[in-house]
T-cell receptor
Framework: DTAVSQTPKYLVTQMGNDKSIKCEQNLGHDTMYWYKQDSKKFLKIMFSYNNKELIINETVPNRFSPKSPDKAHLNLHINSLELGDSAVYFC???????????FGQGTRLTVV | GESVGLHLPTLSVQEGDNSIINCAYSNSASDYFIWYKQESGKGPQFIIDIRSNMDKRQGQRVTVLLNKTVKHLSLQIAATQPGDSAVYFCAENRDYKLSFGAGTTVTVRA
């Protein structure tokens, strides 16, 4: 069973569109994260939710809106997509906020 | 600035040799560090962690060393295998989040 699963794995879309990425974890963790990895492999945290409450919001444009319907799910909705949003987005989860995260396989977003 | 960085972006290692991957950090208040391995097309995978009250921690074929005096972290991989080829990240935990370094790409030569 996949511990942290993201869908879709690949997403190609045009500028200006709105898209969502879904994430689910079956580890029973109480904290979930979204990270963005750029073309140089640099990983940066975007958001973190603990028990469905937002605890980290790292200077991310408000076109990005995370939603956590329950502890096992953290979705990422992106409005008005821009070329610079092209990246690999990783969902992760951990028990507590210490950050020892288990990562999903990533969603490669390409905006054309 | 306060960040976690790596000394070398790439490392080429002969199969069977030991690998050493280095990482420097500048936040002396950081108390928890993690090494991750990321294979091509996959998400980062936890390798080993260490808390600031320790100098050394060993896992299966891996050892993490922490030198708080010079704010240096290293990952040693014993008897490097082809499957060890990947990008390795160090990360520090502060303010409830992980901050990652830029990564070192390890290539294992047959």
């Amino acid at each position: 069973d996949t511990a942290v699963s993201q869908t879709p794995k690949y997403l190609v879309t045009q500028m200006g569109n709105d898209k969502s990425i879904k994430c689910e974890q079956n580890l029973g963790h109480d904290t979930m994260y979204w990270y963005k990895q750029d073309s140089k492999k640099f990983l940066k945290i975007m958001f973190s939710y603990n028990n469905k409450e937002l605890i980290i919001n790292e200077t991310v444009p408000n076109r990005f809106s995370p939603k956590s319907p329950d502890k096992a799910h953290l979705n990422l909705h992106i409005n008005s997509l821009e070329l610079g949003d092209s990246a690999v987005y990783f969902c992760a989860s951990s028990q507590g906020t210490e950050g020892k995260g288990f990562f999903g396989q990533g969603t490669r977003l390409t905006v054309v | 600035g306060e960040s976690v960085g790596l000394h070398l972006p790439t490392l080429s290692v002969q199969e069977g040799d030991n690998s050493i991957i280095n990482c420097a950090y500048s936040n002396s208040a950081s108390d928890y560090f993690i090494w991750y391995k990321q294979e091509s097309g996959k998400g980062p995978q936890f390798i080993i962690d260490i808390r600031s009250n320790m100098d050394k921690r060993q896992g299966q074929r891996v050892t993490v060393l922490l030198n708080k005096t010079v704010k240096h972290l290293s990952l040693q991989i014993a008897a490097t295998q082809p499957g060890d080829s990947a990008v390795y990240f160090c990360a520090e935990n502060r303010d409830y989040k992980l901050s990652f370094g830029a990564g070192t790409t390890v290539t294992v030569r047959a």
